[in-house]
């Protein structure tokens, strides 16, 4: 469990590093930064299939629809904010936002301590991280102008494509994503 934590941790300093400690950051840089988070995963993946722990539920067909639908949305989210489609005019932190909502997802077939660690570490993050960036940079001003229909349609179709990607990788590394 410890390498897990330890995994979580490394991500979050990785990321706020920039806000908390700018000179540290300036000092590592960006290949520094990127080499933690390399680092931060490998030690996440390598904890998290190490850990045990208490089992509170199991994955069901109703969850992992749930599950599906909500990290739907989260690449959904993703894509939008790279193209800028409609909703990035309402919603500040897209990428953030998805994050945090695939972390929640993630939650949901997986009822275990480790899952708890790993995705509530991760989407607790990300509603910090949002935090610290609305303090950081309190003025929002939201883009504007008309968004062509043309790039709603890719960013979903984009977000499906993605989502049967990710799906297929599951299955290869022996998680079923779809169905029970």
């Known amino acids: 469990m410890?390498?897990?934590?330890?995994?979580?941790a490394l991500?979050?300093?990785a990321h706020l590093l920039k806000r908390i400690a700018p000179g540290l950051r300036q000092r590592?840089?960006?290949?520094g930064v990127a080499g933690l988070l390399v680092v931060s995963v490998v030690l996440m993946v390598i904890g998290y299939r190490m850990s045990d722990g208490p089992y509170w539920w199991g994955a069901s067909a109703p969850l992992k629809g749930i599950n599906n639908l909500?990290?739907?949305l989260a690449v959904y989210l993703y894509a939008a904010d790279g193209?800028?489609?409609?909703?990035?005019?309402?919603?500040r932190h897209p990428q953030l936002t998805g994050f945090a909502l695939w972390a929640f997802a993630h939650l949901l077939p997986n009822g275990d301590l480790p899952s708890f660690i790993l995705f509530g570490g991760l989407g607790v993050w990300a509603l910090v991280q949002m935090v610290v960036?609305?303090?950081a940079v309190p003025d929002w001003v939201p883009p504007s102008g008309q968004v062509?229909?043309?790039k709603e349609i890719i960013a979903a179709v984009g977000a499906?494509?993605?989502l049967l990607v990710l799906g297929l990788i599951h299955a290869w590394l022996g998680y079923n994503p779809f169905g029970a």
Do not use: E, Q
Not at 2 to 8: H, Q, S, Y
Not at 28 to 31: E, T
Not at 83 to 91: A, S
């Open 160 to 162: 499906v494509v993605v």
């Open 133 to 135: 960036i609305n303090r």
């Open 2 to 8: 410890f390498i897990l934590i330890l995994g979580v």
């Open 70 to 72: 909500l990290v739907l």
């Open 11 to 13: 991500w979050w300093a």
């Open 148 to 150: 062509p229909v043309r």
């Open 83 to 91: 193209m800028k489609t409609r909703i990035t005019h309402y919603l």
């Open 28 to 31: 590592i840089g960006r290949g």
